[in-house]
């Protein structure tokens, strides 16, 4: 267990993968390229930097094209351009100036069948009374733990 101090804010623990990859496998990965309008990319938005490039690094880790953004406002410039392209956004519930429930809103206002996945310090209860009529496909509490988030987005990206 590792833990990461964010200068501010709570501790975030994080979890490594109990069954972690061997270093010449992830070398020869090979990411496959995402064809317009398929649906393969990931949308990662969380305002904390050092947790968005860990959730960016697991996610294209496990093969998978990421996109990411810090705030409300670039992550639906990215939806924006490129909605038909995202196949799940993980989104952070906590975010300053546009709240992880606006941007999710307005984000369905733009992509209305987006698939999203919330990360929360909050429950699942709690982050679903606040996003009643949000179809939210999952919701994990951080810290969470990265085989499950990227089982979650491979499910919700193949569930199209």
């Known amino acids: 267990m590792e833990r990461v101090f964010i200068a501010g804010q709570a501790c975030a623990t994080l979890h490594p993968s109990p069954r972690p990859f061997p270093r010449a496998v992830i070398d020869n990965l090979e990411r496959a390229t995402v064809a317009p309008g398929s649906g393969g990319r990931v949308l990662v938005v969380d305002d904390h930097e050092l947790v968005r490039s860990l959730l ?34 993980v989104q952070d519930m906590s ?54 988030l990227v089982d979650l987005v491979q499910q919700t990206i193949n569930s199209a």
Request: aromatic share 0%.
């Open 56 to 89: 960016v690094d697991v996610l294209e880790g496990a093969g998978l094209e990421v996109l990411a953004a810090d705030s409300g406002p670039a992550a639906l410039e990215i939806v924006t351009e490129h909605g038909e392209d995202i196949g799940c956004i």
């Open 95 to 148: 975010m300053p100036g546009m709240s992880g429930p606006e941007t999710i809103d307005k984000t369905l206002g733009i992509l209305p069948d987006a698939r999203i996945i919330v990360l929360s310090v909050d429950d699942e209860a709690t982050v679903r009374s606040q996003l009643v009529n949000a179809p939210i496909r999952a919701c994990l509490e951080k810290p969470c733990d990265t085989d499950r």
